[in-house]
């Protein structure tokens, strides 16, 4: 049994003095393992709760630490987490109902909860602790983070995307904001049954999607995009072949034939870099039927748009705007960065040739997410209308704060469906009334 001495110090004092005790006996563990020149037994816990113990047994007899059994047991459980897992964040991991952890310096721990954020009580012991943390994760995929590099992305193990940010971009100190997705997919039936959109409007995707139609899915961060286009992704026939592209692979396709790219920053010498647009272009060499773009941001829109006009039909991607209308000056603007030299006229001929349908969603102040609007781009009189076809119109607020209302059909009719059920596909009974008029 270890010796207890908080008799002798008060409970307060021990916890202020237990992140120095773990940085002890932390560091004391890695000299250890490095002398004895096995490295190896960092990833096996029993070595590592053997040797910890020992290094406790050393400090009680040298320093009379007076370390306890419960202290033993916190030491352990933190060093491991320590050198495998999330270290002060493994609680926080483990809670599915969180969608986003930031971390603002290593006293401040934030997260997002149900679309609201909080703080917790949680923390590193100090910059350098919260240093050793990324610098674990980053390293293990071959990248570094440094005054050189003072920004990096990385994929955890459980696919969550990490994204850091040190001095001298952000003088408060290590910034970290990490991305997590549920472990079991949300489904079609969990969309409609919590509002984020009605079961016509599902029925529209499910056929566009089926049918080979080219969507855009709009919002702003965190809004619900990335989640929409997982669940109608599974619409897409099993025989086709899908390419998909990202900076950092978040999208969770349920999907037997799914080719997953992910481009590549340059390294310190400013080589080796593979970015979207490099990866769009391998994608049309691939046999895809199908390509997924995660996010559209720079010239790369216009090789997908390109793609979408050449037979990739059925083809999706998301891009950050507040409404149909500012999708399509975007689309007109990150084309133009192709440096292709078309005319305005052309290039919008090019979007409304291959976009059939925009999404737009929204998370709202209370923390909930909704498809705001779907509309059908048109070109009519030489210019790109974005026809809304379906609307969520708020109603006001509930005694918990909630924002109420409901999703409705406009009278503007559904002109895709003519050319779909020239296809053989059959219309959905909630759709067939607005093949010609409002539903």
């Given at each position: ?341 078309l005319p305005r006229e052309t290039l919008r001929d090019m979007i409304g ?87």
């Amino acid at each position: 049994m270890f010796r207890s001495k908080r008799d002798a110090v008060p409970d307060a004092a021990r916890a202020e003095h237990f992140p120095t005790l773990r940085r002890r006996v932390h560091d004391r563990l890695i000299r250890t393992i490095e002398d004895d020149g096995g490295a190896m037994a960092l990833t096996q816990p029993d070595e590592v709760r053997t040797r910890i113990r020992e290094i406790v047994e050393d400090l009680n007899e040298e320093q009379a630490a007076g370390i306890s059994d419960e202290e033993l047991r916190r030491l352990e459980k933190d060093i491991l987490e320590e050198l495998s897992g999330m270290g002060p964040l493994a609680p926080l991991m483990l809670d599915h109902a969180i969608s986003d952890i930031l971390v603002n310096g290593p006293g401040e721990v934030w997260v997002d909860r149900g679309g609201r954020l909080e703080r917790t009580e949680l923390h590193f012991d100090d910059d350098a602790h919260l240093r050793r943390f990324l610098d674990r994760i980053v390293s293990a995929q071959g990248r570094h983070l440094d005054a050189t590099s003072p920004m990096v992305d990385a994929k955890l193990s459980d696919g969550s995307r990490l994204h850091a940010v040190i001095p001298p971009l952000c003088a408060r100190g290590a910034i970290v904001s990490i991305r997590r997705f549920r472990a079991d997919p949300v489904t079609a039936d969990e969309l409609v049954s919590g509002g984020f959109l009605s079961q016509p409007m599902l029925d529209l995707l499910a056929l566009a999607v089926s049918a080979g139609r080219n969507l855009v899915i709009a919002g702003s961060a965190a809004a619900g995009k990335t989640t929409l286009l997982n669940v109608i992704s599974r619409f897409v026939p099993a025989t086709e072949r899908i390419v998909t592209i990202e900076e950092t692979a978040e999208l969770q396709l349920d999907h037997p034939h799914v080719i997953p790219l992910e481009s590549r920053p340059a390294n310190a010498e400013g080589r080796g870099g593979v970015n979207l647009r490099d990866l769009v272009r391998t994608a049309l060499r691939m046999r895809a039927d199908r390509i997924i773009v995660g996010e559209v941001r720079g010239a790369e829109v216009m090789d997908m748009l390109q793609a979408m006009n050449v037979g990739h039909d059925g083809s999706l991607t998301t891009v950050h705007a507040n409404s149909p209308q500012d999708v399509l000056r975007r689309l007109e603007a990150l084309a133009h960065m192709g440096d292709a030299g078309l005319p305005r006229e052309t290039l919008r001929d090019m979007i409304g040739s291959a976009i059939h349908l925009i999404v737009q969603v929204m998370r709202f102040r209370d923390g909930s997410r909704r498809v705001t609007s779907l509309c059908e781009l048109r070109l009519a009189a030489d210019e790109l209308q974005a026809v809304e076809l379906f609307r969520f119109k708020a109603e006001g607020v509930d005694d918990q704060g909630r924002i109420v209302g409901h999703h409705e059909a406009t009278d503007a009719p559904i002109q895709l469906l003519d050319g779909v059920q020239t296809l053989g596909f059959d219309i959905p009974e909630s759709l067939r009334a607005a093949r010609t008029a409002g539903a």
